[in-house]
């Protein structure tokens, strides 16, 4: 099993729409999450940081939750300037920080 | 406003040659990084330094060597390119401590034929 998996998409929503994705990790001890947003061919950037009680930022909603062992990121009202791949990020302190990337879901907002 | 600059951008190497990507931030961060990213795997770290003076293997550190030549300054060595060595090459800094985000580099995309 992978220690970070997203489903890879392409999510194909039409401008406006809700969408979400999840990503399941596989190490309970995981401290910090993190989604990143990269464009097609270019570098990955941070989108926001996933708090325990939930965060949102503008029309960006992520969610934690520890029991299951997966973090959510809602996109509301999507535009199409969304289109990109979404990276989760687990972070895992022990014995060193080691970051673990997933391998991205693609999103693609349509007219 | 830099921030994370890496060169080159693109790079084609016939197998056996060596190279050095070279990486620098302006930032003023602690940690710096390697990332390599192939289709299917995500982003998996090379080598790190977690400050200036120190470096550490990551997950797939081997046909590599790093340099942290001081605090801005990071590069990444192929000493004998393969074919498998075929990516795209992230730089990173953070400030260090944790958590703090990473600042990616715009990436260099090399080719081993």
């Known amino acids: 099993r992978k220690e970070v998996e997203q489903d890879p998409g392409p999510f194909n929503v039409p401008e406006g729409a809700t969408v979400a994705f999840n990503c399941t990790y596989s190490n309970s001890a995981s401290q910090s999450f993190f989604w990143y947003r990269q464009d097609c061919r270019k570098e990955p950037k941070l989108l926001m940081s996933?708090?325990?009680s939930g965060n949102e930022d503008g029309r960006f909603t992520a969610q934690l939750n520890r029991a299951s062992q997966y973090i959510s990121l809602l996109i509301r009202d999507s535009k199409l300037s969304d289109s990109a791949t979404y990276l989760c990020v687990v972070l895992f302190t022990g014995g060193g920080n080691k970051l673990t990337f997933g391998t991205g879901t693609q999103l693609k907002v349509e007219l | 406003n830099a921030g994370v600059t890496q060169t080159p951008k693109f790079q084609v190497l016939k197998t056996g040659q060596s190279m050095t990507l070279q990486c620098a931030q302006d930032m003023n961060h602690n940690s710096m990084y390697w990332y390599r990213q192939d289709p299917g795997m995500g982003l998996r770290l090379i080598y790190y330094?977690?400050?200036?003076?120190?470096?550490d293997k990551g997950e797939v550190p081997n046909g590599y060597n790093v340099s942290r030549l001081n605090k801005r300054e990071f590069s990444l060595r192929l000493e004998s390119a393969a074919p498998s060595q075929t990516s795209v090459y992230f730089c990173?800094?953070?400030?260090?401590?944790?958590?703090?985000?990473?600042?990616f580099g715009n990436g260099t995309r090399l080719t081993v034929t």
């Open positions: 996933v708090y325990s």
């Open positions: 330094s977690a400050s200036e003076g120190t470096t």
């Open positions: 990173a800094s953070s400030e260090g401590g944790t958590p703090s985000p990473l600042h």
